[in-house]
């Protein structure tokens, strides 16, 4: 069943600032309601926004400059209105095909420039992904799952006293993928924990060479019972300090040579691939654990976390639940139809890359939308319409192509994050879906 929730379209983007809507500490204010409460129209229909601006809480006149754009696509309309009492409207038109269309609006005011932008749907249960499924797309990854399980469950863990709490003990582990590469976690168990007692939750990463970000922040999942995993894909022991991890992200992650790209022209030698067969070996590990429950295994993130996510559970049938906010790595070569929409991270950025047919070929193998189609165990996903990191367009193709038990939340105003109360929603929703 679908669940839409519907937020006050209050927001804000100073041209300095981070690309936040509700700025904390903020004299300033945009106030952008379109003429359709939840955001989306049919394709054809004609949408109209109001528009306020407000500094110290007082409704300021300005001449406000705009730009209309399809989704991450340059401005196709450009033009200028007054806002007077603080208050204006602006006709940004329809589409003709299903898509998102971008209103992006400065002013100045004080002599300081202003920056906000709104995104509105039409036809949004049409959007279909660009990307397309190999024929041999399941037997090249059932081979590789093969072949990676002839490695042994090889793993070491060492408690981490600094993350331990009254309600449960953390341990980092060190798992090994092979006799060659490694990744980390932090484990995360509920005490005095029975033998088959404890559902498992794996939690992948966010895009970036880093460290697992505040282990704690979803404490709440152990202290529920559960038994959760923080993970990484690098193999990068997680207490080295954030200066190297900037040292390792400035040398081996720049636009140019970042993983995301690494090997990307052979579908065998791709970074990734370690990364997706880390996952399968990461659910080995929960699964042996002798607290676990016997039934459920949990994949949960957001962004990369979230595309891993839902790699994991088109990989791998032992995931009976998949929870994802705005996923990225999909439909990563849209971009390669002209005024088409692609997906974090966005490789159009990389002049000539998505022109390399060897690269859109092995993009394939390794693009959410294709392991979506796949999944069986239901999906709670939640995504935001103003995302400019993942946007609607390639969320709502992941989530059309799902055939399997679905959720949604629906957070319009939402850039790239989400609230610590739709955060602990998914913990909520877990809980109740268990078997």
Not at 26 to 39: K, Q
Not at 88 to 100: A, L
Not at 110 to 139: Q, S
Not at 342 to 355: A, F, Q, S, T, V
Request: glycine share 8%.
């Amino acid at each position: 069943m679908r669940k839409l929730l519907l937020v006050a379209a209050l927001s804000l983007l100073a041209w300095a600032s981070s690309a936040e809507n509700y700025p904390y500490r903020s004299d300033y204010l945009f106030v952008t309601v379109p003429d359709h409460s939840d955001w989306l129209y049919e394709t054809g229909q004609k949408a109209v926004v109001e528009v306020e601006f407000y500094k110290y809480g007082i409704p300021r006149d300005a001449e406000v400059r705009y730009e209309i754009a399809d989704d991450m696509l340059q401005a196709d309309k450009k033009g200028v209105f007054r806002l007077k009492g603080g208050r204006g409207r602006v006709d940004i038109g329809t589409r003709k095909t299903p898509g998102f269309r971008d209103l992006r609006l400065s002013l100045e005011v004080d002599g300081v420039e202003y920056r906000h932008h709104v995104k509105l749907g039409f036809g949004v249960d049409r959007i279909e992904p660009f990307t397309r499924e190999p024929d041999d797309f399941m037997a090249f990854w059932q081979a590789n799952k093969e072949q990676a399980s002839k490695f042994p469950l090889t793993y070491t863990k060492e408690l981490a006293k600094e993350y331990c709490t009254p309600a449960f003990d953390a341990y980092l582990v060190r798992l090994y993928i092979d006799l060659g590469q490694s990744v980390y976690a932090y484990l995360f168990c509920p005490k005095g924990a029975k033998d088959r007692s404890c559902p498992v939750v794996l939690c992948p990463p966010g895009a970036g060479i880093k460290t697992i970000k505040e282990p704690l922040r979803h404490r709440y999942y152990a202290d529920s019972g559960c038994i959760r995993m923080e993970m990484e894909i690098h193999g990068l022991d997680p207490r080295i300090s954030n200066e190297h991890f900037a040292e390792f992200s400035a040398a081996f992650n720049s636009r140019d040579n970042g993983y995301l790209t690494n090997g990307v022209e052979n579908r065998d030698r791709y970074y990734m691939k370690h990364v997706y067969l880390a996952l399968v070996k990461a659910i080995d590990l929960l699964t042996s654990l002798p607290e676990w429950d016997g039934k459920n295994v949990v994949v949960q993130g957001g962004s990369q976390g979230g595309a891993l996510s839902l790699v994991a559970a088109g990989l791998d049938d032992r995931v009976t639940q998949c929870i994802v906010n705005h996923p990225a790595l999909a439909d990563m070569a849209g971009y390669c139809e002209e005024g088409r929409t692609g997906g974090y991270p966005h490789m159009n950025r990389i002049p000539g890359l998505l022109d390399n047919k060897d690269v859109v070929n092995t993009l394939a193998y390794y693009d959410v939308v294709n392991f979506a189609r796949h999944i069986t165990c239901p999906v709670y996903m939640t995504w935001g319409y103003n995302d400019d990191t993942c946007p609607p367009t390639t969320s709502y193709a992941v989530w059309n192509v799902l055939a399997c038990p679905k959720e949604s939340l629906i957070t319009p105003i939402n850039e790239h994050w989400t609230s610590e109360e739709t955060e602990r929603g998914h913990c909520e929703w877990m809980l109740k879906h268990l078997k």
